[in-house]
């Protein structure tokens, strides 16, 4: 039985995280039904504050809420995905194109130590899948965070969301990994040049390539 730990957020806040976590980690895949009643008896909650979680998740797009049918994990279309991907590609190039604008020197080797980390994460010896997952969402939010701006940041949050519905399948082509490290370099060496252009056309490559692997 999951246990919730007292927090200072509302209940309601922490069984989305909880119900979150589930349907990226596939234990809710997409398409499948969510037993309200089985979940909040296992959680120790009643259904109120599950309900209210679930409007959450379905504002996020994690979930579908049918009439007289009860809530499903969102399954991604093709055209979901497309859409999700051209926004991203837009807002994170604009960022980008931002930062070489405004970061400071050391915010850029910051950057580049993110990318570093990578590195290392994508080392079939001493790195791991997961741990490349991890750091290569890390480097895209901190690119937001040095740009500014926070709506943009919580647009492309939510987007990322319903991106992990389609959970690392780009990535798990043969090959994607090391095509996606090859576009981050390619993305660090314009931002460290504080080449805009390049940096923006970088950002905007990188995402059209993991939407071809993705779909």
């Not at 990226?24 to 120790?44: K, T």
């Not at 090391?178 to 981050?184: G, K, M, V």
Request: hydrophobic share 40%.
């Amino acid at each position: 039985m999951a246990s919730l730990s007292l927090t200072p957020r509302a209940l309601y806040e922490e069984v989305a995280e909880l119900l979150r976590q589930r349907i990226f980690n596939r234990e809710l895949p997409p398409g499948s039904w969510i037993d309200e009643m089985r979940i909040a008896e296992e959680f120790g909650i009643s259904r109120t504050p599950l309900r209210e979680a679930l409007k959450v998740l379905a504002a996020e797009g994690l979930v579908t809420m049918k009439v007289r049918r009860g809530a499903y994990v969102t399954e991604v279309s093709e055209q979901d995905l497309r859409e999700v991907y051209d926004l991203l590609a837009l807002l994170e190039s604009d960022a980008a194109g931002e930062v070489c604008r405004r970061a400071s020197d050391e915010e850029l080797r910051d950057l580049a130590q993110m990318h570093d980390q990578l590195e290392q994460a994508a080392d079939p010896v001493v790195g791991s899948r997961e741990r490349f997952f991890e750091i290569n969402e890390a480097f895209h939010l901190r690119l937001l965070d040095l740009a500014g701006n926070r709506w943009r940041k919580q647009i492309v949050t939510d987007l990322r969301k319903v991106m992990k519905l389609n959970r690392h399948s780009s990535l798990f082509k043969t090959g994607r990994i090391a095509e996606s490290l090859d576009e981050h370099r390619t993305i660090v060496q314009a931002i460290n040049r504080r080449a805009s252009q390049e940096a923006v056309q970088a950002v905007k490559k990188h995402f059209a390539n993991g939407l071809a692997a993705a779909t």
